[in-house]
């Protein structure tokens, strides 16, 4: 039985990463007016897709359905520049983890192609 990237990485660890990260959104120019406050909010829901995403407990699609990403992520503008920030925050926050090598490349993977994937204008 293979393990999934949710426990070779650790809960407590992708708690973390997403916390980081939030912790450069708050500060970004760009990317912090479309959160309109909403910060807790949003930190909480990247934290528990990404838990479901990676192998673990599906709480995300208990509360939430189907993840959807496209659909709710339509009326954000997700371009060049929106990508350059949230990429640029996702980096800092995976180069200041303690996440194994190998796992962040394997997120940094995930978050680059899911960025892209996200692309509407």
Do not use: C
């Amino acid at each position: 039985m293979e393990i999934s990237m949710y426990d070779k990485i650790g809960e407590q660890n992708i708690r973390k990463l997403i916390h980081d990260f939030y912790t450069g959104i708050r500060k970004d120019t760009v990317l912090s007016p479309l959160y309109q406050g909403d910060f807790d909010a949003a930190q909480e829901r990247l934290t528990l897709f990404m838990i479901q995403y990676l192998g673990g407990p599906q709480t995300y699609s208990e509360q939430r359905g189907h993840p959807a990403l496209r659909r709710r992520h339509v009326q954000f503008p997700v371009q060049d520049e929106t990508i350059a920030h949230w990429l640029g925050n996702m980096k800092a926050a995976l180069d200041q983890s303690e996440i194994q090598p190998e796992y962040k490349e394997f997120l940094w993977d995930y978050f680059q192609n899911a960025a892209e994937f996200l692309r509407n204008r």
